[in-house]
């Protein structure tokens, strides 16, 4: 038998049990890991309360790094004993033992330990893409990044500023706007009654090419009007709620704008695509451009605590959870 937390009901925090399961198979293609560390991210979030569909019961989770013990017949890419990690659906990360498809997993440097690799797989990833893929940033450019203090947060700052980018955070506490400074935005904004007003003041009126919006609803129109002419509006989180319908003359009418709703899944989708992602990120992490805050564990067993904590606002940086 092997230990997850399941849901039979989607819900709250409470809705989430410690069991016993049987320890599946790999069956063809696939491999059996054992986790040594799980990553918590927002989406967790999104497939308990059933904002993300799934069957159910379910064992939520999307990200975590351990030991390949066992792999199913064709398997080659990896063998018993290697360290992995990966960030993929199917779900299924909180679990002492999971299976997977081997062609999800990449094999985790020795200088980047399980906990970091739990943390960063996910969060990381979706960084890179973000910066260097959906809009690519530009030296000397000034960018716009919400909820700049969380998991996907510091490392966009971080990575931008590597890049030559000068992020302009926006975060709720003084707290968090000091740790967004610390890991590299340029300047941070705690709330704001007027994003576009301060964006403006900030830019000297020439507003950003584009914001990296993860909060969603509550950001959302705001963040439009921060935007240069032909600036690109990136939406790709809900932590505030989903973003409703929208008008697409609304693009036009303030400044013939791009919009894109992306997801970490397409742009991983070829195994060629998930390499080069995971190389890249592995890169400015060993090199040490990247530094993976890992400011909260809880045990696996916890992860109801941990939930309430990211959900509360109360998280900073990225959460792992221990088997
Ligand atoms: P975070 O660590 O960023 O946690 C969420 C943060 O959002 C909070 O700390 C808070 O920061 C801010 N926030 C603003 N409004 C709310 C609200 N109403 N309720 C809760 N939080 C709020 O989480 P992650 O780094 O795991 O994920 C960030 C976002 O990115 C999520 O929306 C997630 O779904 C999305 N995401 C999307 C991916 C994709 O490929 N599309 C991949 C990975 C993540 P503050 O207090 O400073 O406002």
Redesign the pocket.
């Known amino acids: 038998m092997t230990k997850a937390i399941r849901i039979h009901a989607h819900g709250g925090p409470e809705v989430m049990h410690w069991e016993d399961v049987p320890t599946p198979e790999p069956g063809p293609g696939e491999a059996l890991v054992r986790h040594a560390a799980v990553g918590?991210?927002?989406?967790d979030v999104?497939f308990r309360t059933g904002l993300y569909k799934s069957p159910l019961p379910a064992t939520i989770g999307m990200e975590a790094a351990g030991t390949v013990i066992a792999v199913g017949p064709g398997v080659t890419a990896v063998t018993p004993g290697d360290r992995v990690a990966y960030a993929s659906a199917p779900i299924g990360a909180y679990s002492t033992e999971r299976t997977i498809a081997a062609d999800r997993l990449v094999r985790l440097p020795d200088g980047i330990s399980f906990a970091t690799g739990a943390a960063m797989m996910?969060?990381g990833m979706?960084a890179q893409?973000?910066l260097r893929r959906t809009y690519r940033v530009k030296a000397g450019e000034t960018i716009l990044v919400?909820?700049?203090?969380?998991?996907?947060?510091l490392i966009l700052c971080q990575w931008a500023k590597h890049l030559g980018v000068n992020v302009i955070g926006?975060?709720?506490?003084p707290d968090?706007a000091e740790l967004a400074r610390a890991n590299g935005a340029t300047h941070v904004l705690v709330g704001y009654s007027d994003l576009p007003a301060e964006i403006k003041r900030l830019t000297g009126g020439a507003m950003v090419p584009v914001v990296y919006d993860?909060?969603?609803k509550?950001?959302f129109m705001a963040s439009i009007d921060c935007l240069a002419p032909l600036g690109m509006m990136v939406s790709?989180?809900?932590?505030?709620?989903p973003v409703g319908p929208i008008d697409i003359g609304l693009l036009a009418a303030k400044g013939s704008l791009f919009l894109t709703?992306?997801?970490?899944?397409t742009?991983t989708a070829m195994r060629a695509d998930l390499a080069a992602t995971t190389a890249d990120l592995f890169q400015v992490v060993l090199n040490g451009a990247v530094s993976i805050r890992v400011n909260q564990t809880f045990p696996l067993s916890a992860a109801a605590d941990a939930h309430r904590a990211?959900?509360?606002?109360?998280?900073?940086?990225?959460?792992v959870l221990l088997p």
Do not use: C, F, W
């Open positions: 918590l991210n927002y989406i999104y996910l969060q979706t893409y973000l919400h909820a700049a203090a969380g998991g996907v947060g926006v975060v709720s506490t968090k993860s909060v969603g509550d950001t790709y989180g809900n932590s505030s709620g709703r992306p997801s970490l899944a742009y990211l959900e509360a606002r109360r998280t900073t940086g990225s959460t």
